[in-house]
Antibody, heavy 119, light 107 residues
């Protein structure tokens, strides 16, 4: 079955860059828009953006100036970089895969990574 | 962007009762590209309903979704103890693919 395993640094200082990677096992890697979601403590879900196997991206306009997503199809991995972090970026970050290749909700999720930003 | 507003914020019910959750969109969600997720503490969200009314794999039939356009509903019939959680709606019609703020179904 499809599994997403994510990792990355959990504690950052203000102005540093958040870096997370998600490795996918099971199922096809190509053809999907691989997605990043975050959830601030006690808050709701925020869609960060998505990237497909061709490297095409869609970012949330609220984060677009600081987000860089990349993908490595040879390793079935995709990554999130968020620059110039502040305390407002403290959240659990999830990677996810949609149910189908086109216009589809998120059916597979990583375990989540808590990223804390503090001086 | 499409803003999704969920109501109520909190629903206090007992096992065996039914729950009706609302999700209202600021713009028409075409093709019913509207999903519902269930999230329990410390866990990732779980897809419950997609296409406004189709149950995801493994979801029991006491979960049902309805609606179209700008008004969508998730109905939980005969609540089981494991159904108490936070539920989010999400539109995947347009980018950014926004979420509602969530409805907590509590005992």
């Amino acid at each position: 079955q499809v599994q997403l395993q994510q990792w990355g640094a959990g504690l950052l200082k203000p102005s540093e860059t958040l870096s997370l990677t998600c490795t996918v096992s099971g199922g096809f890697f190509s053809g999907y828009y691989w997605t990043w979601i975050r959830q601030s403590p006690g808050k709701g879900l925020e869609w960060i953006g998505e990237i497909n196997s061709s490297g095409n991206t869609n970012y949330n306009p609220s984060l677009k100036s600081r987000v860089i997503m990349s993908i490595d199809t040879s390793k079935s991995q995709f990554s999130l970089n968020l620059t110039s972090v502040s305390a407002a970026d403290t959240a659990v970050y999830y990677c996810a895969r949609p149910r189908l290749a086109v216009r589809s909700p998120l059916a597979y999720w990583g375990q989540g990574t808590l990223v804390s930003v503090s001086s | 962007e499409i803003v999704l507003t969920q109501s109520p914020g909190v629903l206090s019910l007992s096992p065996g009762e039914s729950a009706t959750l609302s999700c209202r969109a600021s713009q028409t969600v075409t093709n019913n590209f509207l999903a519902w997720y269930q999230q329990k503490p410390g866990q990732a969200p779980r897809l419950v309903i997609y296409g406004a009314s189709s149950r995801a794999a493994g979801i029991p039939d006491r979960f049902s979704g309805s609606g179209s356009g700008t008004d969508f509903t998730l109905t939980l019939s005969r609540l089981e103890p494991e159904d108490f959680a936070v539920y989010y709606c999400q539109q995947y019609d347009r980018s950014p693919r926004t979420f509602g703020q969530g409805t907590k179904v509590q005992i």
